[in-house]
């Protein structure tokens, strides 16, 4: 990733009360005037760039904080115009301060400057807000939502601006209901083809993922992927990130959901692999996890007694440990982590415009699981 470059100034403007498209564009023409004007003796050039246009929504306060304080990141490496829509205002209330963000890349002569929109809307506006944002889409430049938090079964303004996305932003381990809700997120991406998904708790699990897989190259473990029969991974109770996981060994290894309880806050599940055996998997709960946190995961074999691996993420110190068991052989590696705040893990996602062939097939195997998983209740 790279390394974040700091804002070298900021222009901004007076709040807009119920604000309309024109008045924002009016705003952000003066706010160009003044950077030229304050720029216009400098030694450098100022440059204005938007290479995407971002809409990110924050539900409530504690998300609008959320989104504020990640878009900015992407700025340095993601040259956009970026509306943040705070969704706790007063109930009449609709209205927008504008802003122009300029970042000095490296030690290049000139700046590069980014638009924020930040508009906040109260609950008996929001049926105006689409009005107001989509039109300030920027034309042939890629859209991207990032919609953070709970998915909630209909929601007006969300289907609005995803009907007019290139790639839709989530956060899955924001979710109440993970199991049925990731399932209602792959009926759509079925629906959408033309439209593709980004789950920030998949991108935190891409460095899991890749260790694992990892493991499994080396010639000693690669029988266990033929042969296992068991495998649990503790989470948090209500992430998505275990069984996100678990979907994702399912899809690559081929195995057929069969059955699905919940007793005790564990989930029991059994598939049945290519060769015919039963792999029995269980997703427990863990206290000492936390949300979008990467599972802590055991993998064996009844037919390999003598092989075994472990996973463990540690939250203190940000890091992986791998345990491997060959008979009596017993390897440790464990790894540093790096970043994964909403930030980083934004700004990577802005790097990917097609289809996560592997985060789909992952989907199309938990809305398996979906029918078979008897509702439960908060």
Not at 227 to 251: N, P, R, V
């Amino acid at each position: 990733m790279a390394d974040a470059v700091k804002p070298e100034n900021t222009h901004t403007s007076t709040t807009l009360e119920l604000c309309s498209v024109s008045s924002i564009e009016d705003e952000l023409h003066a706010l160009w005037r003044d950077v030229a004007k304050d720029h216009a003796d400098a030694g450098h050039v100022v440059i204005r760039i938007r290479t995407l246009t971002l809409i990110a929504y924050g539900a409530n306060a504690a998300l609008a904080k959320r989104v504020r304080s990640a878009v900015p990141a992407t700025f340095g490496t993601h040259p956009s115009r970026a509306v943040i829509i705070d969704a706790s205002g007063a109930d009449d209330q609709l209205s927008a301060w504008v802003s122009t963000v300029c970042q000095r890349p490296s030690n290049a002569g000139e700046q590069v400057c980014s638009e924020q929109i930040t508009i906040t809307v109260g609950e008996h506006m929001r049926r105006r807000l689409t009005g107001v944002v989509l039109p300030l889409v920027v034309s042939d430049l890629p859209l991207f939502v990032w919609w953070p938090g709970p998915w909630r079964a209909a929601s007006t303004v969300r289907s609005q601006l995803f009907a007019q996305a290139n790639r839709w932003i989530i956060d899955s381990s924001s979710f109440e209901q993970p199991i049925s809700d990731l399932a209602t997120i792959n009926m759509l991406c079925e629906e959408q083809r033309n439209t593709a998904v980004s789950d920030l708790a998949w991108a935190r699990l891409t460095l899991w993922r890749w260790m694992i897989a990892q493991v499994f190259d080396q010639i000693t473990f690669h029988p266990l992927l033929d042969h296992m029969t068991d495998i649990t991974l503790l989470d948090e109770a209500h992430d998505s990130c275990a069984i996100l996981g678990l979907a994702w060994f399912a899809s690559c290894l081929k195995w057929q959901v069969q059955r699905c309880t919940q007793a005790d806050g564990a989930l029991q599940l059994e598939f049945t692999a290519p060769q015919g055996h039963t792999v029995r998997a269980e997703i427990k709960q863990s206290a000492q996890a936390e949300s979008g946190d990467m599972p802590s995961i055991s993998i064996s074999s009844s037919q390999l007694e003598h092989v075994r691996v472990t996973v463990e993420h540690s939250v203190p110190s940000n890091t992986l440990t791998i345990s491997t068991y060959h008979g009596e052989d017993e390897r440790v590696n464990v790894t540093e982590l790096p970043a994964s705040d909403d930030g980083t893990l934004l700004n990577e996602e802005l790097n990917v415009h097609g289809h996560d062939r592997a985060y789909e097939a992952a989907l199309q195997v938990i809305a398996q699981i979906a029918p078979l998983l008897e509702p439960t209740t908060a």
